[in-house]
């Protein structure tokens, strides 16, 4: 059974806001894995309720019929993010992830190199940006992860953040390790990029019995989390 991309959205919050709903258009399905993926000016003050953290990045976990996830950050600040659905996991699809940020300037930037267990695996890498004079875009993934979605705010002045995601669908023999990157449209000030694994399912039902988890990553000129 192959992981498959159900559906996909973003959006830009370009006024100040400390909570923000990001929706997805078709109530998600029970057991698929929800991805949301957040840029933000702000700190986050605490994550949202329900979601814990793994190494790297955050995840929650999704009943079926869901249809939009609230987030929270430190103040009234701009943000933006991506939201996907995907199927065909495991019901417990969580194997491995990393992240890591810089503080410098630049106009590429990579996650950290994981190295999934041996099997079917689905990896999503994200890469995150903050800037004080350009609106952001990513492009150019690294070791043929494929580009699904990128999204930034677009604002007259002060600090513009980006974030977009790629995936590789790869047969992990447990001792390869996996990375990706990003180059952006300019330079950015502030760098962020984590990378996941998840366990494909091998057959059986297309229905996955129990809930999975996804990612949330928050970048800001100073940290993410």
């Known amino acids: 059974m192959a992981a498959l991309l159900v559906q996909s959205k973003s959006a830009a919050q370009n006024t100040g806001l400390a909570t923000v709903t990001a929706s997805w258009d078709t109530p998600a399905t029970a057991g698929n894995l929800l991805v949301m ?12 309720s329900g979601w814990t953290e793994s190494t790297g990045c955050k995840q929650q976990v999704a009943a079926g019929g869901e249809t939009s996830r609230t987030y929270t950050i430190g103040s009234a600040s701009p943000s933006c993010w991506i939201t996907a659905e995907i199927s065909g996991l495991t019901a417990s699809p969580y194997d491995i992830s990393n992240g ?3 503080l410098s300037d630049g106009t590429t930037y990579t996650t950290p190199a994981i190295t999934p267990t041996a099997g079917e695996r ?3 890498a994200s890469i995150g940006a903050a800037d ?14 494929t580009e699904r979605q990128d999204i930034g ?6 600090t513009r953040d980006v974030v977009g995601y790629a995936d590789f669908a790869v047969t992990a023999n447990g001792s390869t390790a996996y990375s990706s990157g990003a180059t952006y449209s300019a330079t950015a000030q502030a760098r962020t990029g984590i990378i996941i694994a998840f366990k494909v399912a091998t057959g059986g039902p297309a229905f996955i019995a129990a809930p999975n988890k996804p990612i949330l990553q928050a970048v800001h000129r100073a940290s993410y989390w």
């Not at 705010?153 to 002060?158: N, P």
């Open 37 to 48: 993926i957040v840029g933000a000016d702000d700190y986050a003050a605490s994550p949202p």
């Open 100 to 102: 890591q940020l810089v």
């Open 153 to 158: 705010t677009t604002l007259g002045g002060g």
């Open 122 to 124: 689905y990896l999503i």
């Open 132 to 145: 004080g004079g350009h609106s952001l875009t990513l492009g150019t993934w690294l070791n043929s992860f």
